[in-house]
């Protein structure tokens, strides 16, 4: 019997079937016989074992005492090393600016290239690391600072100066500095001398003649961008053939010093080598272990743990003492042998148990042997009874799931079958159980299914693993009685140490089928109501269309056909006044056309390439008298606002318009604002409706601070004859034109508008790269605008 994988316990399952379930899986424990032993052999074994652990424990203390004394005298020998190292790499680097020194023969003047040809001989990058830079500090006697800056700016350097200085104080000026990059050239012309921390130590290496060490200080190198401590070595130089015996003949001679900034993180990675990682340490300037004197603290010098080992000396170098302290770190002490007295422990307490063993053993064998022998038949009878408990429940799990499991043997037959299968596949257990698994499959699967099993068969499971198991996959099987089931398997192979095979949950998904088949359906209603809903509205635009026309056309031959019966009836020539009359209706039904061509986009057009920015200061006072004057009319223009191609007439007359509209929405009082600018649309912008393409576009946008519309009416507001104005204040042209016109000219329009808050109606015309055109045709000042 193949073993099923476990799935959570149907809560439907009946009541007798759980309480059965719950009775088998916690059997009675049956009690366990009375010991009736002496105390005898127990006691004997208990004084053997403490004797032994006594003498374990004795064994173990002087192992740990052992190793505790092998760790400090590492710890010693480390910290005599870092000692040493320090001072040692120190001295080195003062040897390096004697070396320097030598070669200056008491003069600071040298080319720069020269410093560099012996800074490259040195290659002291590679081999002394933590050192920033070998560097000249020049002396600048009183009164010579700008004939130094100028010697430095004529040798190529424009933009040298001394910085900062101190009032009061000498002038000196770092004026050579290898290597000669980035982070040293901060460095360049700086006057150290101006700092307390610097001056004091290059005060006392000018005094003294010999090396001096400087405060902690932060190199001018890190341009404020690290606070990492750091500090300077400084070397005299004093003019060649002068006495240097006393003070005062010493800074008499003096003409500069050489000197080396060091990072103290830099300088005590290359120094720490292999011990480095084995103790933590922590460098302070002085005497005191003060917070603001930290020059150098590794990375572990702050955990949380009291270090095992600790010590504290004082080293005196180039005149400056500092304080190191020194613990053993977390890796140090980790070397701490602990397995030698833990061999011990382990050694003593088991030779220990083992010998009180033999006594209880020798003392009371037969008694102790039969109460084990008794245990252990209680615990395999206990161990039968679970077994047997979990096999009831795992079936009882399976019979009530949803789903149908069905468990295959390596040679492709089936083993296991439950309820839920027996209603997918029309089979009960007792025909489906033995049968070949490839008869639930249709005729055309058999095939690969009998290949894949045939080589499992043969210990291949790798192989079959992928055409097999995997996430679930939806497919077909048969019915008892042929029909086609659409399911859904789940397929595990099982591991060879459990007899081979694989287990297959199935789930009929005829209803899922069913439900996408609805669904599909459904959709495709919905599209043809969309498209029903379509074609109904561009019915009633059409319609909208031609009621407005024939309404506007009616009412014009209403007028020609009046005019004309009156002059009929009119005795003599006919009236000037009839015929201006009717020369008025021609003309505003030339005027409705060409409304109704711009809407179409078929009006014919005559683009030149137009200055927005002119057109309106040309057309100023007509927007104005157009607005009126209770109405504040503002204009702003980009300075370098790009041409566009139109046909000038038409954008004045939608201008105009829009004008119009702005004022007839704040009911004559208020603000309307015009605004010119330039705007590139790029190319992965948003194609929303209103939204230009991408490209460079000339932006118009005209804004009222009026009652605005609500969204109801904005979504009409381009549709030709639809207007909320009162009877015989407009047409509903307006918008509907300067929305073809703008399409015909290749740009687009858009309309935002909030209740209470105003209206901007933005237009976006197509930038023309030829140049402008200066001569426009005038605006026809006498011409009406659309309403």
Known sequence: ??????????????????????????????????????????????????????????????????????????????????????????????????????????????SRAEFADYYEVLRLEQSFPGLEALAIAAAIPPGALAAHEARVRAEGFPDYRVHPGADGQPRTAISHIQPFNARNLRAFGYDMYSEPVRRAA??????SGQAALSGKVVLVQEGGASLDAGFLM?????????????????????????????RMNDLLRGVGGITAPQLDVEIYDGDHMAPGALLYRSPGAGRAAAPRFATVTRMTMAGRTWTVRMASSASLEATLDHDRPQMVAVTGVVLGFLVSLVVWLLAGSRRRALQLAQAMTFELRESHGRIAADQRRFRTILET???????????GRIT??????????????????????????PEEK??????????LARGGAGAVAGALAGPPTETEVLHASGRRVPVELAVALLPPGDGAGATVFVRDITPRREAEARELQRQQRLDEARQALARAQKLEAVGKLTGG???????????????????????????????????DAVERGAKLVGQLLAFARRQPLHPSVVDVAQLLERSDSLLQRAAGDDIVLERSAAPDLWPTLVDPNQLEHVLLNLVINARDAMEGNGRIALRLANLTVGAGASQLEGEPAPGDYVVISVADDGHGMPPEVMEHA????????????????????????????????????????????????????APVVPALAEPNIGAHPWP
């Open 401 to 411: 799931a949803y789903d149908g499991f069905v468990a295959v043997d390596r040679e």
């Open 416 to 441: 296991d079958w439950n309820a839920q299968a027996t209603h997918i596949f029309g089979m009960d257990a007792a025909h489906a159980i033995g049968s070949p698994a490839e008869l639930l499959l």
């Open 549 to 583: 026309v024939a309404h506007d056309f009616n009412n014009i031959l209403h007028i020609i056909s009046a005019n004309v019966q009156l002059m009929l009836r009119a005795e003599g020539p006919p009236s000037r006044k009839r015929l201006h009359n009717v020369l």
């Open 202 to 207: 290059m005060a006392a290496a000018r005094d």
């Open 446 to 455: 058999r095939v690969a299914f009998r290949t894949a099993f045939d080589a």
């Open 234 to 262: 400084y070397l005299p130089v004093y003019r060649s053939g002068r006495d240097v015996d006393t003070v005062e003949e010493r800074r008499a001679a003096l003409v500069g010093w050489v000197y080396a900034p060091f």
């Open 718 to 769: 381009f549709e030709p004859f639809f207007t909320t104005k009162p009877e015989g204040k407009g047409t509903g042209l307006g918008l509907s034109m300067a929305h073809g016109f703008v399409r015909q000219s290749g740009g687009q329009i858009r309309l935002d508008s909030t209740p209470g808050a105003g209206t901007t109606v933005t237009i976006y015309l197509p930038r023309h790269v």
């Open 1 to 110: 019997m193949l073993r099923s994988p476990v799935s959570p316990i149907n809560p439907a399952a009946p009541a007798a079937t759980r309480k059965d379930m719950q009775q088998t899986a916690t059997p009675t424990p049956e009690p366990t016989p009375p010991f009736h032993a002496g105390h005898a052999p127990l006691l004997m074994a208990l004084l053997v074992f403490a004797l032994t652990l006594l003498v374990t424990f004795a064994a173990w203390s002087s192992a740990q005492r052992s190793a505790e004394a092998q760790l400090r005298e590492a710890f010693d020998y480390r910290t005599r090393d870092m000692d040493y190292a320090i001072g040692r790499r120190l001295l080195v680097y003062e040897q390096v600016l004697r070396g320097v020194r030598g070669y200056l023969r008491g003069s600071v003047d040298l």
